[in-house]
């Protein structure tokens, strides 16, 4: 069948939304909720009635609507506004590939271009931050001091600057990318050797920048990716064995890791240690969970109680603004036990889709950030957010014809 000329421009117009999300870890923080304003007007162009998948887009979207529900009940309608502002992918995506473009699947081959880009641009990023670390001669790093001098320079980076736990996942994701196109595709040699050495420059990155949580995350993540569907062959066996042993190395030799078995740092709450800093921190957030974990506080309200907590336990905690450092016990603080079962279904219905569809990488997504999610609010940052929700929502979709698809579906 001829394809018109208008329909291949829209083909490619939606081609090119889609990959603009590939390149998200080279945004600067101020316009990284573009690509999801693009995304969503380019998405208008293709909208088709009888395709919506209202069951997934209220299951995607269902955060976002209690928190928007929450507003106008809430005398903190500036606080939640913020909220609403930051979380908005959590509207948009769904809406886009639940609701606008429904009944669009995307092929094979968007999937690898958008992983090849993603490595791309993850890789130019620590290209610059790099630089930046290697040229720097203002931030001093004291032996006594236990924030790393790295960290605290991609976090200051002019226009691409971001936090470590942020940047790590970036890398973090790189690693999935690549290790998703060597399990499941035939490549050239030349291709294969771009990605092991995409890993292997990811890796470092991640020992350089190390952010504990994420690290861990994608150990983790990675095992279940290598002994997913295989047999434990010998070679499995050793390899599991020699990992574990590094992994033991990492606790002995680097100092961020060797706070986890440091008695030291769970003794006093000390912002220079962020172990030490989280035990201050889940003290407070389980009282509070304790005392009202029926309904929660309200989305406008957590950060208040929370930081009455802290001026009552720990002062210091109030230096800088700290969050819960939970995902889902920030959940749970703001719309109480049914938000938490609302996004907890959210996240194991999406697993199970996955799962039924063989849509590994979404799997092995969600897997990485439901441990990261242990340890940092992700959802409260555009630079988490966005990239979440982009993820769970599109790659759902991606190659999902050979499963659930018709010969009427419009594939790009």
């Known amino acids: 069948m001829n394809i018109k000329r208008s329909d291949f421009n829209k083909q490619k117009i939606l081609n090119f939304a889609v990959l603009l999300f590939a390149i998200f870890p080279m945004l600067p923080n101020k ?122 320079i991609i976090e200051n980076s002019a226009f691409i600057g971001q936090h470590p736990i942020y940047a790590s996942v970036f890398f973090g994701i790189s690693i999935l990318f690549a290790v998703d196109i060597l399990k499941n595709t035939q490549n050239k040699i030349s291709n294969k050797a771009f990605y092991y050495s995409a890993i292997l420059f990811n890796l470092f990155l991640l020992l350089f920048f190390l952010s504990k949580g994420v690290a861990l995350a994608l150990l983790i993540t990675l095992f279940a990716v290598f002994f997913m569907n295989t047999k434990w062959t010998k070679k499995r066996i050793a390899f599991l064995f020699i990992s574990v042993f590094l992994i033991s190395c990492l606790f002995t030799f680097n100092r961020r890791m060797n706070e986890l078995i440091n008695i030291d740092t769970y003794k006093t709450v000390n912002t220079n240690y ?77 697993y199970v889709k996955a799962k039924e569809n063989k849509n590994f990488i979404v799997t092995y997504i969600l897997i990485f950030y439901c441990i990261i999610f242990l340890i940092e609010n992700i959802l409260l940052r555009q630079s988490g957010v966005i990239l979440f929700y982009f993820f769970i929502t599109f790659f759902n979709k991606v190659d999902s014809l050979k499963h659930n698809g018709n010969a009427t579906t419009k594939h790009l």
């Open 274 to 350: 962020s172990t030490g800093l989280r035990v201050g921190i889940y003290k407070c957030v389980y009282g509070l969970v304790k005392d009202n974990w029926i309904i929660g506080y309200g989305p406008g309200n957590t950060q208040e109680v929370l930081n009455d907590c802290y001026a009552s336990n720990s002062p210091v905690l109030l230096e800088k603004i700290y969050n819960s450092h939970n995902q889902y016990l920030d959940v749970l603080l703001k719309i109480g036990i049914f938000g938490l079962l609302v996004f907890l279904s959210f996240l194991i219905i999406n």
């Open 31 to 152: 316009i990284k909720g573009l690509p999801v304003v693009f995304l969503v007007l380019v998405s208008l162009i293709y909208f088709r009635k009888a395709k919506i998948n209202f069951r997934f887009f209220l299951l995607n979207a269902s955060l976002y609507i209690i928190y928007l529900l929450s507003f106008f009940f809430s005398n903190h309608k500036g606080a939640i506004g913020s909220l609403l502002e930051t979380s908005l992918s959590m509207l948009c995506l769904p809406l886009v590939f639940n609701v606008l473009i429904s009944h669009v699947r995307f092929d094979e081959g968007v999937r690898l271009k958008f992983y090849n880009l993603f490595i791309s641009s993850t890789f130019l990023f620590a290209f610059l931050i790099l630089f930046n670390v290697l040229i720097d001669d203002a931030t001093i790093y004291y032996s006594n001091w236990y924030t790393n001098k790295a960290r605290t």
